[in-house]
């Protein structure tokens, strides 16, 4: 049991103080909201803009298949929901 009495405007605490989180590479928008997926966006065509050469072609054709996937697995849904085929 805590016998110690805190007087108003006492701001000590037990734990140090530490800095706010800057997330991820100095954004401030949380991750998990719409501003923050739009850095993240950013942050992706940033990353990818600065590659050159073969890492550049190796990161386009991993986007353009996880696209392809993508279109592939809306197309089979919808498809399937029908129920044409």
Do not use: K, Y
Not at 10 to 18: A, G, K, L, N, V
Not at 21 to 28: E, I, L, S
Not at 45 to 51: E, K, P, V
């Amino acid at each position: 049991m805590n016998t110690e009495t805190r007087r108003d405007g006492d701001d000590e605490s037990d734990e140090p103080r530490r800095e706010p989180p800057d997330f991820a590479w100095g954004r401030t928008a949380n991750p998990n909201s719409v501003d923050g997926e739009l850095q993240n966006l950013a942050a992706f065509g940033t990353g990818l803009s600065r590659l050159s050469g073969r890492r550049r072609t190796a990161a386009s054709v991993v986007v353009w298949l996880i696209l392809l996937g993508f279109a592939l697995a809306l197309i089979f849904g919808i498809i399937g929901v029908i129920g044409v085929w």
